[in-house]
């Protein structure tokens, strides 16, 4: 199954070196410019990242799909839009192989572009603790042999001028300015691209790191650590409580009290990088 998963992974990140030519104009600018109606109207799109992401995914998936057929693959999409995950790779000739799929979309600090703004992994809830729940997940959290990011990081273009509130006929298409640019594409295990914190508000979600060059290159602060340590960690993170050398208890919510505790290297721990070079 080590195999399966290796050769999965490699077709998948050939894959996304692909797609930058799929959805950019020569420019490097998104070739999507807006939504149409019945009568050849074109309305602009915002450069929210709900609605981006959306677009984008949808762009995206005839070539997904193209790609899943092509290494004898099936698609199953998440039932319900809070499921996880967003795509279940299912082998054709063994159902038994399954790989989730996750689309990440963020885009680049325009002051520190090396950096981005960064994304949830999913939930360290319910399903990720009890690995045969089928709570808000397609299939059990074991029955996939792992667990992957498909992201796209991208420039929103802050200085164009952007009306929402415009229309133009279809012949007019090069008039609009495209809200995003400059693509980057990659694919790469969950784990790997993990920081300790969560990711959004109360929500039990595991956060990411947001360092791109080491998003891109899977360096998490996991990535030593390996898959083990990552589940163990989120399985109990905030529920441990241990006492301070002052006699003050407290939880434990960052991997290096986390691997303190359970007798591990800390040495292994990636510090998380926010510098332009590591």
Same mark, same amino acid.
């Given at each position: 199954m080590k195999k399966e998963? *290796?050769?999965?992974?490699? /077709?998948?990140?050939?894959?996304? *070196?692909?797609?930058?030519?799929? %959805? +950019? @104009?020569k420019d490097g600018q998104w070739s999507v410019k807006g939504f149409i109606d019945s009568y050849k109207n074109v309305y602009t799109i915002s450069n929210d990242t709900k609605i981006v992401s959306? %677009?984008?995914? %949808?762009?995206?998936?005839? $070539?997904i799909l193209r790609f899943a057929k092509e290494i004898g693959y099936k698609i199953i999409l998440a039932e319900h839009q809070n499921y996880y995950p967003d795509v279940t790779f299912e082998k054709i000739d063994n159902p038994k192989i399954k790989f989730a799929v996750d689309f990440k979309t963020t885009y680049r600090n325009p002051k520190k572009p090396y950096l981005c703004n960064g994304f949830t992994?999913?939930?360290?809830? /319910?399903?990720? $603790? !009890?690995?045969? +729940? @089928?709570k808000n997940i397609q299939f059990p959290y074991k029955d996939y042999l792992g667990h992957f990011c498909l992201g796209i990081i991208y420039d929103r273009n802050e200085s164009a001028t952007i009306d929402e509130t415009k229309k133009v006929k279809i012949e007019e298409l090069d008039t609009i300015t495209s809200v995003i640019s400059n693509f980057d594409f990659f694919a790469v295990e969950k784990y790997k691209i993990a920081s300790d914190k969560g990711g959004s508000g109360n929500t039990a979600n595991i956060g990411s790191i947001n360092h791109i060059d080491d998003i891109k290159n899977g360096r998490g602060m996991f990535s030593c650590l390996g898959e083990k340590w990552f589940d163990d960690y989120w399985m109990n993170f905030n529920? %441990?409580?241990?006492? !301070? $050398?002052?006699?003050? +208890? *407290?939880?434990?919510?960052n991997l290096k009290d986390f691997v303190k505790y359970r007798g591990g290297d800390i040495s292994l721990i990636v510090d998380k990088n926010n510098k332009e070079k590591r």
């Open positions: 998963k *290796k050769i999965f992974e490699e /077709k998948l990140v050939n894959f996304t *070196k692909k797609l930058n030519d799929y %959805i +950019s @104009t959306k %677009i984008l995914e %949808i762009h995206l998936f005839p $070539e992994l999913g939930s360290h809830g /319910k399903y990720f $603790e !009890d690995r045969s +729940s @089928t529920k %441990i409580i241990i006492t !301070d $050398e002052n006699g003050n +208890s *407290k939880k434990i919510n």
